[in-house]
Each structure stands twice: as structure tokens, then as C-alpha cells.
């Protein structure tokens, strides 16, 4: 999460840390790669990412991924390392994208790409189909829902796409699309982290 106006991953508070993140599974399991260090930046802790990986676990080997807001680019790292392909990873500062990119060349994982812009931007763009996208923009800013239109009904999702949400759990409830549903929801602290499932027809529609 983060607690300015670019996208990398930053409200969460700060409590010291070392900069670095660690890949719970698939074939680069153990390894610990830093990222930039930006403040306020945090990786979504590791129990978080393990429930969220269990719950994508039957889908996501092949998967094509978005990261949005990718600041240390947790997510889609731990997507490339068990399996998807391809995943892009979004975020508005250059710094931690920049890192993103190191550690793609370091895993020797030609399957990610790291692209420097505004979230709602790149989803203002031309839009590609995704089968899971994860959306975990900056606490209090008032991203989250514009984001979920967006990405409803620009194209951006496959049929039967997965979006994973992560919101501070003071928001509330997230209205979802029409046709969408949750699928799972757990929190975590100040952390309510959510598995949204879309229809078939609206991803194929949009």
C-alpha cells in the first residue's frame, strides 16, 4: 500500500523492516529479493499471500496476471513463481518499477513485464483480457472503486476472471460490479482481502 499519489503499495504502518520480501512457493520458493526502498512501502505479508494462493491454486498455472499497484511487486512475483504467464506488473513510481524489472531479470522470468504508469491510466488504455488481477491500491484515497469499473468494462478480464481486492478493513463493504460475486474473504489485522469472481458473459462482453 502506499500514501501517495503514485501506485506502489504503501498505508500500511511501518514498523522498521528490511526492505525485502520472501517467495512462499512454486520454483522460487525461499528466495528473498529486495525492494525499493520507499516509504511506507510493505509487501503483503506472507500468511496473506499463502490463503490468497490457496485460494487461486487451482487456476492459476498459465494464468495471464495484472498487478496493479504493484509497488514491491509481491503479488505478481508469486504468481510468475508458481506458474502464470504472463504477468504485467502496473505501478506509477519508477523506482519500484525499476526494481520490479531487476528482480524479473534475476529470476531469469521472461514471462513478467514492468510497465511504469497510473493505474487508472493503464486501464484507460487498451485493454487486454487478464484472468486474475490483483488490486491492492493505497488506503484512503478512494481508488478502489473506479478501478473495479474500469476493469468491469474496458475488456479487461477473461472469462471467468478472478480480482483480488485488499482494502483497509475500516472501508467496509466493496461494491462489486453487477454479476460479480465474492468467493472468498478473510481479514488480517487492518486488512480485509477479498476473491471476486465475474461472469463469464460480462468478462466476454467487455
Known sequence: MKDRR????RSR???GGSGTLRIIGGRHRGRRLHFAPLP???????????TLFNWLAPVIEGARCLDLFAGSGALGLEALSRGAAPVVFVDAAPRAVAAIAGHLQTLGAMEGRAITADALAFLRGPAEPYDVVFLDPPFGQG?????LRLLAGAGWLAPGARVYVEAERELGEVA?????HWHREKSAGQVTYRLALATDEQAAEG
Open 6 to 9: 503514485g501506485p506502489a503499495r
Open 40 to 50: 511506507g512501502l510493505r509487501p503483503t505479508p506472507d500468511r496473506v499471500r499463502e
Open 13 to 15: 504502518p511501518v514498523s
Open 143 to 147: 481508488l478502489l472503486a473506479p478501478c
Open 176 to 180: 462489486l460490479p453487477p454479476g460479480w
